[in-house]
């Protein structure tokens, strides 16, 4: 992978950690996460699976870092 396409997916981790950690646990709809984090990318159609790979990502590299799945809804950050 080249240096600039990590430097994107880290913006997106870092904005997405950033939107859930603003009201803990609160439940962010899909729609809501990918509009937050892609912005103008995805306006017609979300591309759930680009959310999933991206929280896949986060849960690898921050073991602690706690997402929970809403089924078929959206996410939420647990804290202790």
Known sequence: RDFLAWVVDAEKEFLLIELLLRIPEKIFVNEEIISYIWKEEFNENPD????KNLISRLRS????????????????IVTI
């Open 48 to 51: 759930i699976s680009n959310l």
């Open 61 to 76: 590299k921050i073991p602690a870092l706690k997402i929970d799945n809403i089924y078929g809804f959206g996410y939420k």
